[in-house]
């Protein structure tokens, strides 16, 4: 079965850092485009990065409100991707979700999401 | 960075109904441009991608088409799991921006 699962979620304080990772199963990571989206809590969808399938050279991107706090990345051997924030912010509270996207265009497998809380 | 702008920002409709939203982009786009259904409390699900391309698994009562700057995702005869908040998003520039959101309520 075709499935993203991420995990790592919790509460920090401001200026602290948490690891997320996204488990796939069903495929292989590295043939595709891996994305993270966040959601915080009653506001709509915001795009945080993305890493390029191994193909093309593993090329990441980023949000403009994360650069250089944010960044994704991809473990081979276990099939799973992860998100490192550094210096987090109360306004990164969110629910992070890892999207799987063939090609590049598709966004077709989302995960179910995990809670980032941001507090003093 | 691209501006994307949904319109209406709410819809009231029945079921049965036809509805049509849209997307304006800041910038040509070309067809980057993708629909997200989410139903209250539950992860965004794919509806669209390249501007008019249904998803796999995805009802035909949904179509998609655009392209450029300007947008539109229309369902046909709505049902009790339409009513939910659609986003769209476009994935020529980076960053990728989604638009704010229509929210589709029962009339």
């Known amino acids: 079965e075709v499935q993203l699962v991420e995990a790592g979620g919790g509460l920090v304080q401001p200026g602290e850092s948490l690891r997320l990772s996204c488990a796939v199963s069903?495929?292989?990571?590295?043939?595709?485009?891996m994305d993270w989206v966040r959601q915080a809590p009653g506001k709509g969808l915001e795009w945080v990065g993305r890493i390029a399938r191994k193909l093309g050279g593993d090329d990441r991107a980023y949000a403009a409100s994360v650069k250089g706090r944010f960044t994704v990345s991809r473990d081979d051997s276990n099939n799973s991707v992860g998100l490192q924030m550094n210096n987090l912010q109360i306004e990164d509270t969110a629910v992070y979700y890892c999207v799987r996207s063939p090609l590049g265009n598709v966004f077709d497998i989302w995960g179910q999401g995990t809670m980032v809380t941001v507090s003093p | 960075d691209v501006q994307v702008t949904q319109s209406p920002s709410s819809l009231s409709a029945s079921v049965g109904d036809k509805v049509t939203m849209t997307c304006r982009a800041s910038?040509?786009?070309?067809?980057?441009l993708a629909w997200f259904r989410q139903k209250p409390g539950k992860v965004p699900e794919s509806l669209i991608y390249a501007g008019s391309t249904l998803q796999s698994g995805v009802p035909s009562r949904f179509s998609g088409s655009g392209s450029g700057t300007y947008f539109t995702l229309t369902i046909d005869s709505l049902q009790p799991e339409d009513f939910a908040t659609y986003f769209c998003l476009q994935y020529y520039f980076f960053p990728f921006i989604f638009g704010q959101g229509t929210n589709l309520e029962i009339k």
């Open positions: 069903g495929f292989t990571s590295s043939d595709y485009f």
């Open positions: 910038q040509d786009v070309r067809t980057s």
